[in-house]
């Protein structure tokens, strides 16, 4: 008898995911990565900077995705901008987004659009050190333990309901650019399992 569960591969297409980012990229091609080994059952649908020199987009080029650079100074508003960037979303219909270190506060109305399908990762266990420089934070601060966190966008920055956090110890020489180091490792595979969890799998 064929499996019609809700997870069933029948009923359940992949995953569709689209990325925005501004930087460095490395979590999208963490997402991609693992997306290639079928660690991930998933496709990227639209990778968006707003940056158009982000080493991001030059890596989604070269890995041909259908890769956007929708950069903001040349739009006269942020409700413009965000226009162009939901009229792209739209038409690659993702089921989530993924903000891979976009460096934009999404709007209300904009999250509004996607609601609990817009997903973040953020350098600290949230609720501690929101905000800019989180890694510096937590050495700054002292704790033992930090690490990263995969939520839902909210109009909160760095808040919203949580997905998954992995834990990363610090070290007494850490500073805030060795503890950053490894907490990245640590983003890399917290995402994909976030985006697991969604897509279904455990
Ligand atoms: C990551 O540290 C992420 O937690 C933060 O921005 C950074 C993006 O890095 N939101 P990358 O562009 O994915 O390499």
Not at 58 to 75: S, T
Request: one cysteine or more; charged letters at 25%; aromatic letters at 4%.
């Amino acid at each position: 008898m064929p499996n019609l569960s809700p997870q069933s591969s029948v009923l359940s297409p992949r995953l569709r995911i689209g990325v925005l980012l501004s930087g460095r990229g490395s979590n999208f091609a963490a997402i991609d990565d693992a997306i290639r080994r079928g660690v991930l059952d998933a496709e990227i649908v639209c990778v968006i900077s707003n940056r158009p020199d982000a080493p991001g987009i030059e890596l989604a080029r070269a890995r041909k995705h259908h890769a956007h650079a929708i950069d903001n100074r040349d739009f006269a508003s942020r409700a413009a901008h965000e226009a162009e960037v939901l009229r792209i979303l739209d038409s690659a219909r993702p089921d989530y987004i993924v903000l891979a270190g976009y460096m934009r506060v999404l709007s209300a109305e904009f999250i509004a659009r996607y609601p609990n399908r817009i997903l973040n990762i953020h350098p600290s266990l949230l609720p501690a050190f929101p905000g800019v420089d989180a890694q510096a934070q937590a050495v700054a601060y002292g704790v033992k333990i930090s690490g990263c966190t995969v939520h839902f966008v909210t109009e909160k920055v760095d808040d919203g309901p949580i997905i998954v956090q992995r834990p990363v110890e610090v070290r007494d020489d850490d500073t805030g650019e060795t503890l950053a180091a490894r907490i990245l490792v640590e983003e890399h595979g917290g995402y994909g399992e976030a985006l697991t969890k969604l897509a279904g799998g455990s």
